[in-house]
């Protein structure tokens, strides 16, 4: 199996995501680490114990990384979608985590990871990229040792927080910057306008709460999301962004990606945290295409493994 770590703020779509990792035997889940984001870093720490928890898989550590942006901290915080508890008011409803955090922290967990590792180690970050921009400040020597970063955020048309910004680039615009354009890994990034075209109805969400306790609780958790969805958008669907993600993560090719060197507006202006085409930066993946039923049916599939 690949070595995977997820670097995550959950976050409903994040719950999803790291239900699906542990739910596939094609990655060896060897760490989770936290980042500020959808909620609070403190919060976020609890929410993954807690899904790893649900998910019933124990011995993986989970780290606390960056509790803020590298640069400018806006607090910027995305409750509206996730809830105040960052997972659809059902956070205390989950299980305890069954350990503490790590005390070694993310970046440290993630360096360890890299350094034990036999085979190349994929870096899923689905929150901001500050811990990611962190590890390769910190670790520059271990940079060989990561096979792919494969990351949600971005998008190359409208943006969700702004008009021109994904939520996750537009936290952290300098931590995208370094990851994006100056990595020396191969980077994989799954933009919002391919997420937003893999959108999971009212059937999905059903199959989803029928397939046994964990994937019931777990429709419980989008059930505000799907909410807000629908408030926004006026359909009853909802984006896995992340799932999407951590799926190409799980499984190399199941997106389409073009390669597209891409620049970061770091400015304090309205583009803050658009990635834009264009820049003298290594070509980054971007995922443009999809067989959307596929990506759907694979996650449920995935998911309803866990009973
Ligand atoms: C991204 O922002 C967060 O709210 C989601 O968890 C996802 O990672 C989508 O823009
Ligand atoms: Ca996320």
């Given at each position: 199996?690949?070595?995977?770590?997820?670097?995550t703020?959950p976050?409903?779509?994040?719950?999803?995501?790291l239900?699906?990792?542990?739910a596939?035997?094609?990655?060896?889940?060897?760490?989770v680490?936290?980042v500020?984001?959808?909620?609070?870093?403190?919060?976020?720490?609890?929410?993954a114990?807690?899904?790893?928890a649900?998910?019933?898989?124990?011995?993986?550590?989970?780290?606390?990384?960056?509790a803020r942006?590298?640069v400018?901290d806006?607090a910027?915080r995305?409750?509206?979608?996730h809830?105040?508890?960052?997972l659809?008011?059902r956070?205390d409803?989950?299980?305890?985590?069954t350990?503490a955090?790590?005390?070694?922290?993310a970046v440290?967990?993630?360096a360890?990871?890299?350094?034990?590792?036999?085979?190349?180690?994929?870096?899923?970050?689905?929150?901001?990229?500050?811990n990611?921009a962190?590890l390769?400040a910190?670790?520059p020597?271990?940079?060989?040792r990561?096979?792919r970063?494969?990351?949600m955020?971005?998008?190359l048309?409208?943006?969700?927080?702004?008009?021109a910004?994904?939520?996750?680039?537009h936290?952290?615009?300098?931590?995208?910057?370094?990851?994006?354009?100056q990595?020396?890994?191969p980077?994989?990034?799954?933009?919002?306008d391919?997420?937003?075209?893999?959108p999971a109805?009212?059937d999905?969400?059903a199959a989803?709460a029928?397939?046994g306790?964990?994937?019931?609780e777990?429709?419980?958790?989008?059930?505000?999301?799907r909410?807000?969805?629908?408030?926004?958008?006026?359909v009853?669907?909802?984006?896995?962004h992340d799932?999407v993600a951590v799926?190409e993560?799980?499984a190399?090719?199941t997106?389409r990606?073009?390669p597209?060197?891409?620049?970061?507006?770091?400015?304090l202006?309205?583009?803050?945290g658009?990635?834009?085409p264009?820049?003298?930066g290594?070509?980054?993946?971007?995922a443009?295409d999809?067989?959307v039923?596929?990506?759907?049916?694979a996650?449920l599939?995935?998911?309803?493994?866990?009973?």
């Amino acid at each position: 199996p690949i070595p995977l770590i997820i670097d995550t703020d959950p976050g409903v779509d994040d719950a999803v995501a790291l239900m699906l990792a542990v739910a596939s035997p094609e990655v060896d889940l060897r760490a989770v680490t936290t980042v500020f984001g959808n909620v609070a870093l403190p919060q976020t720490t609890r929410n993954a114990g807690r899904v790893l928890a649900l998910a019933g898989r124990t011995g993986v550590p989970v780290a606390a990384g960056a509790a803020r942006p590298l640069v400018h901290d806006r607090a910027e915080r995305a409750e509206q979608w996730h809830g105040g508890d960052g997972l659809g008011g059902r956070a205390d409803a989950l299980p305890d985590p069954t350990a503490a955090p790590d005390a070694r922290g993310a970046v440290a967990v993630m360096a360890a990871v890299l350094r034990e590792a036999a085979e190349p180690v994929t870096i899923a970050p689905i929150g901001p990229l500050t811990n990611v921009a962190l590890l390769l400040a910190v670790h520059p020597e271990l940079a060989p040792r990561i096979g792919r970063i494969v990351w949600m955020g971005g998008s190359l048309g409208a943006g969700n927080v702004t008009g021109a910004a994904e939520f996750n680039a537009h936290c952290d615009p300098e931590a995208a910057h370094r990851v994006l354009t100056q990595a020396d890994v191969p980077v994989t990034m799954v933009p919002l306008d391919l997420t937003h075209r893999c959108p999971a109805g009212p059937d999905w969400l059903a199959a989803l709460a029928a397939g046994g306790p964990r994937g019931h609780e777990l429709a419980q958790v989008v059930g505000h999301y799907r909410v807000a969805f629908r408030a926004r958008h006026g359909v009853d669907a909802v984006a896995l962004h992340d799932a999407v993600a951590v799926l190409e993560a799980i499984a190399p090719g199941t997106l389409r990606t073009d390669p597209t060197p891409l620049a970061v507006a770091c400015d304090l202006g309205p583009a803050r945290g658009a990635t834009v085409p264009g820049g003298t930066g290594p070509a980054v993946a971007v995922a443009v295409d999809a067989d959307v039923g596929a990506v759907l049916g694979a996650v449920l599939e995935r998911v309803g493994r866990l009973g």
